[in-house]
Nanobody, 124 residues
């Protein structure tokens, strides 16, 4: 069992930055592929970024490439999402997720554990 707790969301102006954190419980954090998904009102949940177990491989949605950076610290059981040059279309609830699968290409249904989400609002 893995419990995930997100933090770092908030309100920011267009062009601003935020850093999301996700703290995971348990001693097997390094065995999980980690990801950040997001869901805007009326839209499906979509992958923003994913990172492999070791942190050596990442995958980003085209809409966030060059602006968002996912990273992880297996020593502290934490995954991060650094978000720069934020746009109003980045407004969503951001969810941290963990998957036993090794791939960073997996869809939402493949993820085994989810956090409660943190709201990110970008004002124009």
């Amino acid at each position: 069992q893995v419990q995930l707790v997100e933090s770092g969301g908030g309100l920011v102006q267009t062009g601003g930055s935020l850093r999301l954190s996700c703290a995971a419980s348990g001693r097997t954090f390094s065995r999980y592929t980690m990801a950040w998904f997001r869901q805007a009102p009326g839209k499906e949940r979509e992958l923003a970024a994913a990172i492999s177990r070791s942190g050596g491989s990442t995958n980003y949605a085209d809409s966030v490439k060059g602006r968002f950076t996912i990273s992880r610290d297996n020593a502290s059981n934490t995954v991060y999402l650094q978000m720069n040059s934020l746009k109003p279309e980045d407004t969503a609830v951001y969810y941290c997720a963990a998957a036993r699968m090794a791939t960073t290409q997996a869809k939402a249904y493949a993820y085994d554990y989810w956090g409660q989400g943190t709201q990110v609002t970008v004002s124009s």
